[in-house]
Nanobody, 118 residues
């Protein structure tokens, strides 16, 4: 399966906003849960937010109320709107889709770097 291609990262100041976007050419996009993950230096990759086929969303506690995930099934795209950014949000952000069989994340791309400066 082809990887996601992420974009929209950059360097911002604390409290500012940033929007990320990713796209893929997988044929089953509209049928699967898709998610944003992030990995900061020296840490494990962590799930940030997910959205399933009906549009139900989940968020890591650390981003609840600040980040919003959405999807466009017609364009095979996933978005992450990040508000009130904090230095601890600094990471490489990745998209993935979740296998219907075992829920494992798939489609890792290169990611996009987000840096939040204080």
């Amino acid at each position: 399966q082809p990887p996601f291609v992420e974009s929209g990262g950059g360097r911002v100041q604390v409290g500012e906003s940033l929007g990320l976007s990713c796209g893929t050419s997988i044929s089953i996009f509209s049928q699967v849960t898709v998610a944003w993950y992030r990995q900061s230096a020296g840490k494990q990759r962590e799930l940030v937010a997910s959205i399933n086929r009906p549009g139900t969303t989940t968020y890591a506690d650390s981003v609840k109320g600040r980040f919003t995930i959405s999807r466009d099934n017609a364009r095979n795209r996933v978005y992450l709107q990040m508000n009130r950014l904090r230095p601890e949000d600094t990471a490489v952000y990745y998209c993935a889709w979740h296998s219907a069989q075992d829920g494992s994340p798939k489609g890792w791309g290169q990611g996009t770097q987000v840096t939040v400066s204080s």
